[in-house]
């Protein structure tokens, strides 16, 4: 059974930027990169040393909520910087916006990269993909200045796309990945990387802060954490393996019946996927035990019952994890009520769930690359 470490974190915030989000549907429910993840389903010895955030200069970007199904911040690139709406992914490690090579349909809808405006633009011979759950893209790897807030990342490698398919009606412009170099695409240092790199974050962490139903006050911090977001402690659980934001899971319960994970499972935690996703025949039990009737591509309950409905207990390292029926259910266009569970399209060898904002927006999560950890506690 795992060991936990229970560490509070303060950190002075002499720097704070605050990066606003915005909640749209997502443009990807999983990254095609991410059967990258089968490689990686290897459980690898713990390791936990502590951290302490004192003095550390913390800097918080705003992040703006659509619907409760995607955190948007603006950044900018170039010289001088032109400004675009990304979509921070915890899945992925690639940055990258739409350019004006691309003739797209999709990139013509989006702001393109005007990269004859930008006096510190430099282009490469290196092209890439990605191919994400409802799209693809094909770009050109470029270098320039990208600023998140008063952060700043000096000769930035980043993706232009040059063939875009399948994101004609996303409402943000690109992505900005977080999880590990290893991940990347491109095969570009990731900006989190290359800010750590440079100095511009004192310790190498950043978190999440998502707002339920309210555009703003969603906030992702970078080099330290603000205690004032979450209560109690945090609740520190180790990497398995280092390299990916992959935690394991001792049990799926409801009414204190395990319902899934009776094993332990893996579990990625993953600002870019909107929903819980797991194996599909489990999806199915939970979705028949809360009483979720399908219809299309989703599962729908009454909304007059939701207050009603069961929590679903994700216990992890030793600790229980509660989401409760009212933070599951979301409203469809017409008002009517539908579940938040999904079949998950990975499928390893072992039992695999991904958590996605449903559960962020319970519990701020902070990502410690320094020490390869996740931090789990009761968001404000």
């Known amino acids: 059974m795992k060991w936990l470490v229970v560490l509070g974190l303060v950190a002075f915030s002499e720097c704070i930027v605050k990066i606003p989000l915005r909640r749209v549907k997502t443009m990807r429910k999983t990254l095609s990169g991410k059967n990258m993840l089968n490689n990686f389903l290897k459980e690898h010895a713990y390791r936990l040393s502590q951290i302490s955030f004192r003095g550390s200069n913390l800097t918080s970007h705003p992040l703006r909520n659509i619907k409760d199904l995607v ?29 004006d090579f691309c003739t797209s349909p999709a990139c013509s809808k989006h702001v393109r990269f005007r990269h004859l405006q930008s006096s510190t633009f430099r282009l490469t011979n290196k092209t890439f993909s990605i191919t994400y759950g409802s799209g693809r893209m094909k770009g050109v790897v470029a270098h320039d200045t990208v600023r998140i807030g008063d952060l700043v990342s000096t000769d930035q490698p980043f993706g232009l796309s040059v ?11 690109g992505v900005l990945g977080l999880n590990y170099p290893k991940i990347s695409s491109s095969g570009a240092i990731p900006i989190f990387d290359k800010l750590k790199n440079q100095g511009a974050i004192s310790e ?45 899971m001792h049990s799926i319960s409801i009414e204190r019946k395990v319902i899934a994970c009776s094993g332990r499972c893996m579990a990625f935690v993953d600002t870019g996927t909107a929903f819980i996703e797991g194996p599909k025949p489990l999806v199915d039990n939970m979705q028949k035990l809360i009483g979720a009737k399908p219809s299309g591509s989703k599962h729908y309950v009454s909304c007059s019952a939701v207050n009603t409905l069961p929590s679903i207990i994700f216990t992890i390292n030793g600790i229980n994890y509660p989401v409760p029926g009212r933070a599951y259910i979301l409203k469809d266009y017409r008002g009517r009520c539908y579940t938040t569970f999904q079949e998950s399209p990975l499928s390893p060898s072992i039992e695999f769930w991904i ?17 390869d950890r996740i931090g789990l506690a009761r968001a404000v």
Request: glycine share 10%.
């Open 71 to 99: 955190y948007l911040a603006n950044i900018t690139i170039g010289t001088p910087p032109q400004e675009f709406q990304v979509f921070l992914d915890t899945g992925s490690s690639d940055l990258w916006v739409p350019s």
């Open 355 to 371: 958590l996605g904002d449903v559960f962020v927006r319970l519990y701020f999560t902070v990502f410690d690359r320094g020490n």
């Open 163 to 173: 063939e875009e398919y399948g994101f004609d009606h996303i409402p943000f412009d």
């Open 204 to 248: 190498p962490v950043f978190a999440f802060y998502l707002s339920k139903d309210e555009q703003e006050g969603s906030v992702v911090m970078f080099g330290g954490v603000d205690h004032r977001y979450y209560k109690g402690k945090l609740n520190w659980v180790p990497l398995i393996p280092s390299g990916n934001w992959i935690i394991h």
